[in-house]
């Protein structure tokens, strides 16, 4: 909700894959930099742009 575009609904869709939950979940928001791609899902990792924040 925070990054999606306001007058855009927020798709989750939940599959079972050989035996395993797959969890997807979409907006219309901003795309995710390809460079910050390979660290979304490290745990404790923040992007430069949301360390600036406050």
Request: hydrophobic share 35%; proline share 9%.
């Amino acid at each position: 909700m925070k990054y999606g575009r306001p007058d855009t609904p927020i798709r989750i869709k939940i599959d079972l894959i050989n035996e395993r939950m797959l969890l997807s979940v979409h907006n219309e928001g901003k795309p995710i930099p390809p460079e910050h791609i390979e660290d979304i899902f490290q745990t404790f990792h923040r992007a430069a742009a949301a360390k600036k924040r406050r």
